[in-house]
Nanobody
Framework: QVQLVESGGGLVQAGGSLRLSCAAS????????MGWFRQAPGKEREFVAA????????YYADSVKGRFTISRDNAKNTVYLQMNSLKPEDTAVYYC?????????????????????WGRGTQVTVSS
């Protein structure tokens, strides 16, 4: 099983930017579909973005489309989430997730059940 560690979270003012990183270890993620999810206090964990094993295909939640960009560097075994134009409603713990099913479907990449491994999360707080 792959181990995932997120980093890059913090406190930022509305309109600002953050770049999250997800470093994988234990095995290469070059054949894995990767995703980012987030969970705000008292809310369900929700899908943010996903990327295919090659990086050629990406998919975003409507709430972040045009503001967030997911990318990956398979040589570094790392996935990124660039977050721009942050809003207070983006405040949450952000989790990285890995799926060893390489097929990329915009339907099931949004579900937590698709993913086999999860990081512990990194806190993102956006002040107004």
């Amino acid at each position: 099983q792959v181990q995932l560690v997120e980093s890059g979270g913090g406190l930022v003012q509305a309109g600002g930017s953050l770049r999250l990183s997800c470093a994988a270890s234990g095995r290469t993620i070059s054949t894995y579909c990767m995703g980012w999810f987030r969970q705000a206090p008292g809310k369900e964990r929700e899908f943010v973005a996903a990327i295919s094993w090659s990086g050629a295909v990406t998919y975003y939640a409507d709430s972040v489309k045009g503001r967030f960009t997911i990318s990956r560097d398979n040589a570094k075994n790392t996935v990124y989430l660039q977050m721009n134009s942050l809003k207070p409603e983006d405040t949450a713990v952000y989790y990285c997730a890995a799926s060893n099913t390489p097929v990329f479907s915009s339907v099931d990449v949004t579900t937590t059940l698709r993913y086999d491994s999860w990081g512990r999360g990194t806190q993102v707080t956006v002040s107004s």
